[in-house]
């Protein structure tokens, strides 16, 4: 995925390499996908239009780093005008006077988030927010005040972040609203004023807090409990006299409701018995709401303004792919619509609403194009105590989906969920010829508050029955050879590889964890200073330090390391402010003392995840090789990767 691609080793040594793990049946299965295609850099991505519709801004690399490339429409005048070196911008934004560039950067992962500001023409950036050790998060800008933005920073307090109004022109920051103490997120009008608050109250429901003006009195607006999904402001209303909230209130799932300011009359306006609202989609000049997203097996559409039918219709005949609007023109003239698919790149058009024309511009990794890619399948089950769970199967391409090596792929969060369409890991797991089975596991988001209360304190408990339960359906449908079955993820995934070996150490037969805790007690008690204001969801949800600690004990693998007999393969950013290098360090050391087989990788330039291609390539390379180990795949040989930070511990 970076600028020069490495084609596929040649088919003598795919044959010899296929035949040492597979056996006959993987003479069938397509080309390898080097590494390098799936896990290096896009070629283009998240192309963006200025507000005043001249421009256009994407995300490609610039000396192998991802950098603001940005071209005039109807031109090829392309230029780069941002210069990071390192981690690459992955967050980046128009400033109103569409002359400008806003992006977010963090320090080796630190999720210190700094707010830069580039000029386009002249290609000079400066630090707006250059406050050591101090968290940004942009709340909102205005078309109305486009030399203005309101970005909340924990400067005074690391606990808390307030309001501060940054000059553009300038880069003064003035505090405009100061952090009573509680306030996990702020919410602004269309004049740019601060007037909404959210607050998660202690038993971990949430309190919605309005004022009239700037310089008005606060005062509770709305409360609801804890039982209820995630949600939480959207926006004003066109003339600032309403709030529209996604809320699961006198529902299953999580609705999109206006609610009077003055009255607290309420109106739904999308609703769906099943699954959460997703996204909303609001006119940029107008500010009313036109359409809502809800993530059933695949994302659907729910138009409400009927001017917009005939244009979600046409774009619904152009590709058999999810499509969303990811940016238009502060007229509505031009969109920027990509569509998402589960067996190729992620395509991006220019829509033209008044000819309803679309205009290919790029994809964002345009040699995945030459492989065959696996098709993802919407499966459910039902768990042992009769509940259903979703989730996604992917099956590789080429051979009889029998008895295959899988890998149990754990998402994140864990409220949050997996989701149809391309997934790089997915694909080259397929790939490599292992089944690969997502499970959205009761505790995740986006189907209702009765599947997300589910999990509630369940952590090792039915959270994780539900993914043996999950092995055991693919087993059954004859897809999973169930001695060859690898359980791998990411932070709660992480966690849950754990698990898998230390609680089911007969269900697995190696694991792959990636900044995954070890110890709920150590995990509660390092989370960032800054998340102080959300505390109360993990006590609701997970457990309370201060009163569960044994609880906490019995769900924690690190207490049931000596069960562990598979072997593990372990990668940690040494910066990772969520869960922290110790949450492996501990149980590694505990491992190694019992003389379990434990490959610990650490990369000191890496937070919560690898953000840079490099150390990508290297762990993945590196787990490849120990999956074919354990489970018989394919594998592309492990080589050293120029530029990547990882230490072997």
Known sequence: MRKGYRMAIPAIVS??????????????????????????????????????????????????????????????????????RKRGIR?????????????????????????????????????????????????????QFPDEILVALNRRDRRFHDVYRINLKTGAAELDTENPGDVAGWAADHRLQVRAASVFTPDGGMLIRVREEARSPWREFLRWGPE??????????????????????????????????????????????????????IHPKTRHVEAVQFIRARREWQVLDPSLRADFERLRKERDGDFSVVSRDREDRTWVVSYLVDDGP????????????????????????????????????????????????????????????????????????????????VQWLANRGYAVLQVNFRGSTGYGKAYLNAGDREWAGKMHTDLIDGKNWAVAQ?????????????????????????FTPQEFACGVDIVGPSNLVTLLRSI??????????????????????????????????????????????????????????????????????????????????????ENRLDFFGRAEEFLAKYLGGRVEPWREVPGSSAQLQ
């Open 15 to 84: 044959l010899a390499l296929a035949l040492s793990g597979w056996g006959a049946r993987a003479l069938e299965l397509p080309p390898l996908i080097p590494r390098e295609v799936l896990f290096g850099n896009p070629e283009r991505v998240n192309p963006q239009i200025s507000p005043d519709g001249t421009k256009l801004a994407y995300l490609a690399p610039h000396e192998g780093v991802l950098n603001v490339w940005i071209r005039t429409i109807g031109k090829t005048d392309d230029r780069v005008v941002t210069s990071d």
């Open 91 to 143: 967050v980046y934004f128009w400033q109103e006077d569409s002359e400008h560039i806003l992006y977010l950067q963090d320090r080796d992962g630190d999720e210190n988030w700094h707010l830069y500001q580039t000029n386009v023409r002249t290609a000079t950036t400066r630090d707006l927010t250059p406050f050591e050790g101090v968290q940004a998060q942009v709340i909102a800008t205005d078309p």
């Open 228 to 281: 209820e999904t995630f949600g939480g402001i959207v926006g004003f209303t066109p003339d600032n006299r309403g709030l529209w909230l996604i809320s699961s209130v006198d529902a299953n799932a999580a609705r999109l409701i206006e609610v009077d300011i003055a009255t607290k009359k309420r109106k739904v306006i999308a609703e769906d018995p099943q699954y959460d609202v997703s996204q909303v989609m």
């Open 346 to 425: 992620v395509y991006y058009y220019t829509y033209e609403r008044a000819t309803r024309r679309l205009s290919l511009l790029f994809s964002s990794q345009p040699a995945l194009e030459r492989y065959r890619l696996a098709k993802m399948q919407p499966i459910s089950f039902t768990a042992r105590d009769g509940m259903t769970i979703h989730g996604y199967l992917t099956l590789p391409v080429g051979v009889e989906p029998k008895r295959l090596p899988m890998v149990l792929l754990v998402h994140g969060g864990p409220w949050a969920r997996d989701v149809w369409g391309f997934n790089a890991m």
């Open 478 to 502: 004859g897809y999973a050879d169930p001695k060859r079955v690898c359980i791998m993820g990411g932070s709660y995934g992480g966690y849950a590889t754990l698990v898998g070996l230390a």
């Open 528 to 613: 960032p200073p800054y998340w102080a204001p959300i505390k109360a969801v993990f006590d609701k949800r997970l457990g309370k330090v201060e009163t569960d600690e044994e609880f906490l004990k019995a769900r924690s693998p690190l207490f049931r390391a000596d069960q562990i007999t598979a072997p593990l393969l372990i990668g940690h950013g040494a910066n990772d402010p969520r869960v922290k290098k110790a949450e492996s360090d501990q149980i590694v050391q505990t491992l190694r003392a019992r003389n379990v087989p434990v490959t610990y990788v650490v990369y000191p330039d890496e937070g919560h995840g690898f953000a840079r291609p």
